[in-house]
């Protein structure tokens, strides 16, 4: 049976791997994959579509490298629209925030416990939260 799919993105692999496991403990329910990059990410996209497995949820750091994660938000929107998506940032502008939340994306800031993230992500994952 094809487990779905949490996608979790950031460039900080530290902070990605341990987040990771974390989910991976608490969720064991659904295939775990990491991405550092956009381009990674979008290849786990493409691999998902390929294979008609379902993406059951993203967190997506805003700033990655020089690129933003709005910009995989948008493409995850796209092609994946009742999915959950969350932009999981440090750094984003109150005007990005408000254009995430506009576009269905939950928002959570850096630093944030452990317990409060996965706690959000069985929330979104239990009631298909689209729109905050």
């Known amino acids: 049976m094809i487990k779905p799919t949490i996608l979790l993105v950031d460039d900080e692999i530290d902070l990605l791997q341990g987040t990771a496991a974390a989910v991976r403990h608490a969720l064991p329910r659904y295939e775990v994959i990491e991405a550092t990059t956009i381009e ?5 996209v ?10 059951a949820l ?11 994660g709005m910009c995989l938000l948008e493409v995850l929107r796209e092609r994946f629209p009742s999915t959950p998506l969350m932009l999981f ?3 984003a502008s109150p005007d990005i925030e408000d254009e995430a939340r506009a576009n269905g994306v ?3 800031w850096k630093p944030v416990r452990l317990s409060r993230l996965l706690g ?3 929330d979104m994952l239990e009631t298909g939260a689209v729109v905050n």
């Not at 990674?40 to 786990?44: D, L, R």
């Not at 493409?46 to 993406?55: F, K, M, R, T, Y």
């Not at 993203?58 to 933003?68: E, F, S, Y």
């Open 40 to 44: 990674e990410a979008e290849e786990v």
């Open 58 to 68: 993203a967190v997506v750091d805003h700033v990655l490298g020089g690129q933003t």
């Open 89 to 91: 940032t440090g750094r």
């Open 106 to 108: 939950r928002v959570m």
């Open 46 to 55: 493409v691999d998902l579509e390929a294979s008609g497995e379902p993406l």
């Open 120 to 122: 959000e992500m069985t």
